[in-house]
């Protein structure tokens, strides 16, 4: 994966403030290889599971726009978008809109969101057509059942 100039400097800035703070070890060694093909500007297949960890924990946490500025969130959510990870969120959001897309023109009676757990809610639909029930958590958003009337 070939990094942008914006992308390699938030991985940078991200890996330097953290590699020193890692005990020797393999952790370590992983970050610093990260570190290092983050540096040369191209990521090999095998370091996008260490840069999903590392990404996810500064975009949920909120760290990375709270030091890197809306800018610096932006370019993390585009390389995100990238690993196999984010693909498949994106995957899965676009499977639950097209499946909405079926309640295009339905007029909607009832919408209401609850708590599903930590970090889980779910999002109910009800149309003159039917109920959708979406889960929604940190692996992303799927429609949980459907009810025709």
Not at 17 to 30: H, V
Not at 108 to 122: C, F, N, Q, W, Y
Request: aromatic content about 2%; proline content about 5%.
């Amino acid at each position: 994966m070939t990094l942008s100039d914006d992308e390699r400097d938030l991985l940078l800035s991200e890996l330097d403030g953290m590699l020193p703070a890692l005990p020797p070890g393999p952790r370590r060694e992983a970050f610093q290889s990260l570190r290092d093909a983050a540096e040369a500007g191209t990521l090999e297949p095998e370091q996008l599971s260490i840069l999903e960890a590392l990404l996810r924990a500064g975009l949920e946490s909120g760290r990375l726009r709270a030091v890197h500025s809306a800018h610096g969130e932006m370019a993390a959510l585009r390389l995100y978008r990238r690993t196999p990870a984010g693909r498949a969120l994106h995957a899965a959001a676009a499977a639950v809109t097209e499946a909405l897309q079926a309640l295009s023109g339905a007029c909607l009676d009832r919408i209401t969101v609850e708590a599903a757990g930590p970090s889980a809610h779910t999002l109910t639909l009800e149309t003159d057509r039917g109920r959708v029930l979406l889960r929604i958590d940190p692996t992303g958003a799927r429609i949980q059942s459907v009810e025709v009337t």
